[in-house]
């Protein structure tokens, strides 16, 4: 499991790597600076959408792994 501090450092170095500040960042996201801040310092509480413009913009994928995850693609596609 992921814990917020690995995810929070992962996020700052990717940030500091694309040579951005937390306000660059933030802005970049539209969300707010201490959105970011919060983040950065393992925040544990923070909204999905959030969390997803975040990573759109630093360019970080993650990867679910659920031993049901095949089960619940093929019903999905059993919907369309």
Known sequence: ???PKTLA????RHRKAARLSQ???AEMAGIGKT???DIEKGKETI???T???MLKVLNIKVQLI??????FLN??????
């Open 1 to 3: 499991m992921l814990e």
């Open 9 to 12: 450092g992962i996020i700052r």
């Open 23 to 25: 306000l660059q960042l």
């Open 35 to 37: 959105v970011v801040f």
């Open 47 to 49: 909204q999905l959408s």
């Open 51 to 53: 969390l997803r413009k």
């Open 66 to 71: 659920s031993p049901l995850r095949n089960q």
């Open 75 to 80: 019903i999905e596609n059993e919907k369309s």
